[in-house]
């Protein structure tokens, strides 16, 4: 019952915001590609040809460095009182604009003006000059270089209330949202370096905190007010922007789940830098032999299947539940930006925007993800630990008597348990009452070996039984034992057989 009045309060609510004032939508427009500045020198039929809105294309004349124009003039009549209107609405314009109504100048938006790209416009109606009948508005909308650009959406001629309330409608989505999220990614950026300095061990956090700074440039180079960079400069950093993520995301996704792959890492990331590279080797973006575009696309075709591959390979190596929850918070918002760019080069043409409302949905995410990994691991280790803190149990064979040596034979009787895991100095020593650097010497002392080479030749003896036995990938047995990456194993591996696994398993397991 109390669900229903909120609802019925709810929609009532609603009902009042929406408005019963109707106002006039421009549909009669047509489109003039001439570059004059002065309205009235414009020609009055000669070169007009009719459009339909919305219209967004490339100008037809030669590429250059700058901003070139074309004009817009829409008809309408008026059959009421005109006094009621109070401004038109011309919504989302790419780039600039000049406004006139009845060959008066309303409002403009000029190059200095236009660092959030999809700032919709809105312009108030001057006392008396709209008429009652006929009346016309002219547009001259500057593009840029090879840019799409053009009037994306209707144009409505509005009264006050409804005139007010898409203002703040459109402030809110174009402006405050965007930047709001970017304000978020900054928080979730702190939240992961914090958690890095705490925890040195999840670089995870880093990689994380990397792609939220990231996208917090991305989105200003889109949405911010103010920048110092010109147009060629946002262009070629948007387009970058696909070659050069991916590179972070990768490393994400290998810290995550701990397993670095050294072909990719040398084979990869090398290509996707000097694709990155390549889109900033001529910095003119009007040039015919600009590559951003080119090397933008391909790159984003290239990568959105391989990072899936990625994602199966290493959880193929190690299997965790999590990867369909990674799949959903990695790839699908991965897919919008796929989305963004084909719109803009082949359907609308509008420049990049949706995936900006997702983007919050990933950080959310990947923070989960983490959160939930450490807990998880957290967790298992504490149960383990406490296990090693537990007293022997009666009947049991003790060979030593001493209370520390007794406490380090329960160290090493767990180490040979529980050498896959990812276990700390610090959890050992606390489960057994003891200080991590008092334990280290106490270890040393009684083994003759540091803690980590004692853990590292546990699991090359594993590694070393399974190359005898077993045709699996080298690669695979080094990270089912416990090492992270290729290059550490092979370096543990030749520390203690004295050869490399290939060639130990080569001459059939002899060492």
Same mark, same amino acid.
């Given at each position: 019952m109390r669900l229903s009045l909120f609802l019925i309060f709810l929609a009532s609510i609603l009902v009042s915001c929406s408005g019963n004032d109707a106002g006039v939508e421009i549909n009669r427009w047509s489109i003039l590609y001439n570059q004059e500045e002065n309205i009235a020198r414009l020609p009055q039929s000669d070169g007009w040809r009719e459009v339909k809105l919305p219209a967004m294309f490339q100008l037809p004349y030669p590429a250059k460095r700058d901003f070139q124009y074309v004009w817009f003039k829409g008809e309408f009549e008026i059959s009421d009182d005109p006094s009621r209107y109070y401004g038109i609405m011309p919504g989302r314009i790419y780039f600039t604009d000049s406004f006139y109504l009845n060959g008066t100048l309303i409002g403009e938006y000029s190059p200095v003006q236009i660092n959030n790209m999809h700032y919709t416009r809105a312009y108030r109606i001057p006392a008396g000059l709209l008429r009652k009948g006929a009346n016309v508005v002219h547009v001259r909308v500057g593009l840029y270089g090879k840019e799409f650009g053009g009037i994306r959406g209707n144009v409505e001629v509005l009264p006050q209330r409804e005139f007010s309330l898409k203002v703040v409608k459109n402030e809110f989505f174009f402006r405050q949202l965007p930047i709001g999220v970017a304000v978020f990614l900054l928080g979730q950026m702190m939240f992961h370096l914090l958690f890095f300095v705490w925890r040195r061990t999840e670089r995870a956090n880093l990689y994380s905190a990397l792609l939220c700074f990231s996208w917090v440039l991305y989105i200003l180079a889109i949405f911010t007010p103010y920048t110092p960079f010109g147009p060629d400069v946002r262009i070629m950093f948007l387009w970058s922007c696909i070659a050069f993520v991916p590179i972070i995301f990768i490393m994400l996704i290998q810290a995550f789940y701990k397993v670095y792959l050294p072909e990719v890492n040398r084979i990869a990331i090398p290509i996707l830098l000097l694709l990155t590279v390549g889109i900033y080797a001529v910095p003119d973006t009007t040039s015919p032999y600009f590559p951003g575009r080119t090397l933008g696309v391909f790159t984003l075709f290239l990568v959105t299947p391989f990072l899936g591959w990625l994602i199966w390979r290493v959880n193929r190596i190690k299997p965790r539940k999590t990867v369909f929850i990674f799949i959903f918070f990695g790839i699908f918002p991965g897919l919008f930006i796929v989305w963004d760019v084909i719109n803009y080069m082949w359907i609308f043409h509008e420049p990049p925007i949706v995936h900006t409302y997702t983007l919050p949905i990933f950080i959310i995410g990947i923070m989960m993800l983490i959160i939930q990994d450490v807990i998880e691991r957290d967790t298992k280790?504490?149960?383990?630990?406490? =296990?090693?803190? +537990?007293?022997?149990? @009666?009947?049991?064979?003790?060979?030593?008597? /001493? $209370?520390?040596? !007794?406490? &380090? *034979?329960?160290?090493?009787?767990?180490?040979?348990?529980?050498?896959?895991?990812?276990?700390?100095?610090?959890?050992?020593?606390?489960?057994?009452?003891?200080?991590?650097?008092?334990?280290?010497?106490?270890?040393?002392?009684?083994?003759?070996?540091?803690?980590?080479?004692?853990?590292?030749?546990?699991?090359?003896?594993?590694?070393? =039984?399974?190359? +005898?036995?077993?045709? @699996?990938?080298?690669?695979?047995?080094?990270? /089912? $034992?416990?090492? !992270?990456? &290729? *290059?550490?194993?092979?370096?543990?591996?030749?520390?203690?057989?004295?050869?490399?696994?290939?060639?130990?398993?080569?001459?059939g397991g002899a060492s």
């Open positions: 280790l504490e149960v383990l630990y406490s =296990e090693l803190s +537990r007293p022997r149990e @009666e009947g049991r064979k003790t060979v030593v008597t /001493s $209370v520390t040596e !007794e406490k &380090l *034979a329960r160290v090493i009787e767990f180490l040979k348990e529980n050498y896959t895991s990812d276990i700390s100095r610090e959890g050992l020593a606390a489960a057994i009452g003891m200080s991590g650097d008092h334990m280290s010497r106490m270890f040393k002392a009684y083994t003759g070996k540091k803690i980590n080479d004692y853990i590292n030749e546990l699991r090359v003896e594993a590694a070393a =039984e399974r190359l +005898r036995t077993g045709d @699996e990938k080298i690669i695979d047995i080094a990270f /089912s $034992v416990g090492f !992270e990456s &290729l *290059a550490t194993f092979n370096r543990a591996f030749l520390k203690v057989k004295g050869v490399s696994p290939s060639n130990f398993r080569r001459d």
